[in-house]
Nanobody
Framework: QLQASGGGLVQAGGSLRLSCVVT????????IGWFRQAPGKEREGVLC????????YYADSVKDRFIISSDHAKSTVYLQMNSLKSGDTAVYYC???????????????????????WGQGTQVTVSS
């Protein structure tokens, strides 16, 4: 139901845009998060955008470098990654939560248990 794409190999300082196509989710007011997992590390939340009010949430490590946006007509969420660093190397996952904003704000948008649907992941490798 979630198809992530756009990963690849890029030099440090470069850019990539990831896409996540959402299908089969009928509840319109959902939020989509991007998570990443680097080798040997736990998966972490990177950004999230709410379809309910278009509010966005960013991890401090990507603020001012990564931009999340959505195209509702295409049921697609984009993750524009700029000024990439070697520390951004990871498998990136998109995920959907049906939790309302109140619940997300209470438990934190990065709480993985809130996300019901997950994409398969796309590899991003940043060479230094």
């Amino acid at each position: 139901q979630l198809q992530a794409s756009g990963g690849g190999l890029v030099q440090a300082g470069g850019s990539l845009r990831l896409s996540c196509v959402v299908t089969g989710v009928t509840y319109d007011d959902y939020a989509i998060g991007w998570f990443r997992q680097a080798p040997g590390k736990e998966r972490e939340g990177v950004l999230c955008i709410s379809r309910e009010d278009s509010s966005t949430y960013y991890a401090d490590s990507v603020k001012d470098r990564f931009i999340i946006s959505s195209d509702h007509a295409k049921s697609t969420v984009y993750l524009q990654m700029n000024s990439l660093k070697s520390g951004d190397t990871a498998v990136y996952y998109c995920a959907v939560t049906l939790s309302p904003l109140g619940v997300m704000n209470k438990y934190g948008w990065r709480t993985e248990e809130l996300y019901t649907y997950w994409g398969q992941g796309t590899q991003v490798t940043v060479s230094s």
